[in-house]
T-cell receptor
Framework: AQSVTQLDSHVSVSEGTPVLLRCNYSSSYSPSLFWYVQHPNKGLQLLLKYTSAATLVKGINGFEAEFKKSETSFHLTKPSAHMSDAAEYFCVVMREAAGNKLTFGGGTRVLVKP | GAVVSQHPSWVICKSGTSVKIECRSLDFQATTMFWYRQFPKQSLMLMATSNEGSKATYEQGVEKDKFLINHASLTLSTLTVTSAHPEDSSFYIC????????????????FGPGTRLTVT
């Protein structure tokens, strides 16, 4: 069975400081992993995805994530937070053995202080 | 890019009535669409997988007679909440998977903006 755990339900950072959102996964196979962002009352937007290519994945808006198999982690980072980064972030694992269904983590709400 | 729309964006209905939500892929064909439910301040939970031309498959615990799904074309899936009750109030989100030659390599899903349902 595949699952994903986001270790922080809330993260608060100051504008211009680094952001770290932690995600651990459980998978029987080499997983495909995604990070999505959801702004209030908006749909989900794909930030980046890992599909067994390079372990350091660069996404949109300056975000990147590193796949670490030994730690079963896929943490999302950004060197300098912007006010517009305030949103809900979801780490997602794809269940390839189940028709590519997505399993979502619990989400991390990011607050950016001016 | 791939765009998925949902209609309506929000709806208020009375208890006992039925509500239909549409999900459309605007610039690509989708043999598979997914329906999710999101309660306030919670994550998305997959309700069902909608396959064009066949019956939807429902996740455990989701009542198929209450949440009717129809995927009549490669660009349209509908979710009908029948005999809605206040506990059905939620944010319903659909996603669609591109029926492209790259199907299966990344399995990327494109999400609609969601429909907020309030049952009074």
């Amino acid at each position: 069975a595949q699952s994903v755990t986001q270790l922080d339900s809330h993260v608060s950072v100051s504008e211009g400081t680094p952001v770290l959102l932690r995600c651990n996964y459980s998978s029987s196979y080499s997983p495909s992993l995604f990070w999505y962002v959801q702004h209030p009352n908006k749909g989900l937007q794909l930030l980046l995805k890992y599909t067994s290519a390079a372990t350091l994945v660069k996404g949109i808006n300056g975000f990147e994530a590193e796949f670490k198999k030994s730690e079963t982690s896929f943490h999302l980072t950004k060197p300098s937070a912007h006010m517009s980064d305030a949103a809900e972030y979801f780490c997602v694992v794809m269940r390839e053995a189940a028709g590519n269904k997505l399993t979502f983590g619990g989400g991390t709400r990011v607050l950016v202080k001016p | 890019g791939a765009v998925v729309s949902q209609h309506p964006s929000w709806v208020i209905c009375k208890s006992g009535t039925s509500v239909k939500i549409e999900c459309r892929s605007l610039d690509f064909q989708a043999t598979t669409m997914f329906w999710y439910r999101q309660f306030p301040k919670q994550s998305l939970m997959l309700m069902a997988t909608s396959n064009e031309g066949s019956k939807a498959t429902y996740e455990q615990g989701v009542e198929k007679d209450k949440f009717l799904i129809n995927h009549a074309s490669l660009t349209l899936s509908t979710l009908t909440v029948t005999s809605a009750h206040p506990e059905d109030s939620s944010f319903y989100i659909c996603s669609a998977r591109d029926r492209s030659p790259n199907y299966g390599l990344a399995g990327e899903q494109y999400f609609g903006p969601g429909t907020r349902l309030t049952v009074t």
